[in-house]
Every structure is written in C-alpha cells, then in structure tokens.
C-alpha cells in the first residue's frame, strides 16, 4: 500500500538552498524492485545495485569511497512516527519512537538520506546504545550482533517537490525477537549518477 512519510523537522520546502533539497519527500513503497519498476523504469538503471545491495549498506559505501566516509545526524530523538511507520512496526499509533535521521556522505558529499524509527521495545538493555550512536553508523551496531536479522526489502518511489532530492529509496525492517525497527536509505543521485557500483 502506497504511504507518506513525515517531514519531521525539516526545514521549510521553499528554502532554495542545497539544504533544503537533503530532505526526505513523501515516498510510495512496494514489496519488490520489479513492482516499483512497473511504476518507474529508474530503478533498473544505475540505482538498481544501490537498492539491491545486501549486508551492511554502510561498509558498501564505504567501499564506493575514495577518501572518506561519514555520517552527519540530522534529527535523533523522541518523536511520533507516521501512521504508516507504525502500522508497519506494529506499534501503537500514538506512541513515540527513537527517530534518527541522518546523511550518509562519502567522500566530503552526501549520497543517502537515511530515517530509522526505532520503538521503544529496542532501546532497553543493550538496545540503549541506539540512543548514544551520535556519528556512528547504525549498520555497525547492528551487523555486529548476529541476532538482528534484517527481512526483505522493500523498493521506494519518492514524490520530489526539488530537483537534487531522493527518487529512489529501499527499507527494511531489522528484527531481533520481538524487537523490530524500520530503516529507510534514501538514495541522492550523486551516488548512482557516478562511476557504476561493483
Ligand atoms: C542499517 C545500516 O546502517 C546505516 C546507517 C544508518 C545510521 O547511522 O543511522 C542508517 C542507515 C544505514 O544505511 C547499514 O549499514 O546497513
């Protein structure tokens, strides 16, 4: 089913600066690439590897680097996730989540918007260092743990209001137990519009 994502404290649309093109637009998910591509043929070209990609997302930028890879924290906190986002978790519609918005740069630029909604079930225990991840990348906490297992992925169409936004977007949801959290990778041309991927 098509969904809306928030724009939880972004900045205002109408800013023509480069900021203001780095914000997540409203996206369409579908279970497959193929599903998506019926809708838009992009997601075969270049992209395609980017959506796909499996294992850490993060130590497959990083070997797309030449210098340097980093994350920049956009927004981490409390904060009510979309309808949708909560449907899909399963969690109560009104009940707050851990959000953490970041961009993944590598070499000086951005090249993903990323957005996890992490509910309030994984932040005891261990799960508290979700909270205290500050520049680190979530992939590294979660892939050192053998117990979080990530389930399909889904393919993402975003509904661009500038030009330089994400079109193209892949989530999943990483399980372990009964914990559960959505993270969506929002794919910057600048990343697919360079040297083909591996
Ligand atoms: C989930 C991963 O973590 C990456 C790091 C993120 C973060 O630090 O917030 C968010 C999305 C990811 O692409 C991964 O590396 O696969």
Known sequence: MPSRDSDI??????????AATLTIPATEWYRSLAAAGLRNPQVHGPA????????????????????????????E???????????????????????????????????????TIIP?????????????????????????????????????LCHRTQPGQPELARRSVFRFGPRALLVGEYLLPELYRQAPAL
């Open 77 to 115: 906190g409390f904060a009510r996730p979309t309808r949708e986002e909560a449907r899909h978790l399963a969690i109560p519609a009104r009940q707050v989540a851990w959000i953490r918005e970041v961009r993944l740069c590598g070499d000086g630029q951005p090249w993903v918007l990323a957005r």
């Open 9 to 18: 404290g972004q900045p205002p649309t109408n800013d023509h600066t480069r």
């Open 120 to 156: 309030l079930a994984c932040l005891e225990g261990r799960g508290r260092r979700l909270r205290h991840l500050g520049n680190r990348p979530l992939g590294a906490y979660l892939f050192s743990n053998p117990d979080w297992l990530r389930g399909p992925l889904e393919t993402g």
């Open 48 to 75: 395609r590897y980017w959506l796909q990609v499996e294992g850490s997302f993060t130590r497959a930028l990083q070997s797309q680097c030449s210098r340097s890879f980093h994350v920049e924290v956009q927004h």
